[in-house]
């Protein structure tokens, strides 16, 4: 199983914070994200952003970087803000 966790306001958009999948193989980050949204369009749109940042196992996934064989957690990061 494999974690994948919605921070910020993309917890919105997902539903919930986290959830458990079995996932698939998958190559590119587009795959991780159109399997992650599955039929939300607007948690697909969000997550495709150029903005939103991916986490894997705890390291950020380089820009059209492959990704790795062994994913354990999968985290989607939204810019910072604050004030």
Do not use: K
């Given at each position: 199983m494999t974690k994948i966790v919605?921070?910020?306001w993309l917890k919105d958009k997902a539903?919930?914070?986290e959830r458990q999948v079995d996932l698939p193989e998958l190559t590119t980050p587009e795959s991780l994200i159109a399997f992650v949204a599955g039929d939300n369009a607007e948690l697909a749109s969000a997550l495709s952003e150029p903005s939103i940042r991916i986490i894997i196992n705890k390291s950020f996934?380089?820009?059209n970087n492959t990704l790795p064989d062994n994913i354990d957690e999968v985290a989607f990061?939204?810019?910072l803000s604050g004030g």
């Open positions: 919605f921070l910020g539903g919930v914070a996934l380089a820009n990061m939204p810019p």
